[in-house]
């Protein structure tokens, strides 16, 4: 059974000595002579007005995982819709639940004002 494994030891071997080689490499040829300007984030030209390290308030990332949420749901639509004929009346009404299911939670995230901004 350990046979089986042996190319993944050896893939894992030949990644484990690479990735050092190549930082060393990358260290031996790149320049080294940072200074102000070249610290400073890059802004289309302009001098930044702030620190680059703002602070988000916690409705960002609500939203955003929100958004995840209701993307994911929705991809559940694509393998339902290539076998639609296949499934019939019994895919068409479990589609149609599955959906009054997430148009509620929609519904209840609206009205709980996880979608305002401010």
Excluded: S
Aim: with cysteine; hydrophobic share 60%; glycine share 6%.
């Amino acid at each position: 059974m350990p046979q089986n494994y042996v190319p993944i030891f050896i893939f894992i071997a030949v990644v484990g000595v690479l990735i050092p080689v190549t930082l060393l490499a990358a260290k031996l040829v790149r320049p080294d002579n940072p200074h102000r300007e070249k610290l400073l984030p890059y802004e289309c030209g302009i001098d930044p007005v702030d620190r680059a390290r703002g602070r988000y308030t916690v409705r960002f990332y609500i939203i955003a995982i929100l958004f995840v949420v209701f993307d994911v749901e929705t991809i559940f639509l694509f393998p339902w819709a290539v076998k639609f004929k296949a499934l019939g009346m019994f895919g068409l009404l479990e589609m149609l639940i599955f959906l009054a299911i997430l148009i509620v939670g929609y519904i209840w995230i609206w009205k709980k004002g996880a979608l305002e901004w401010v």
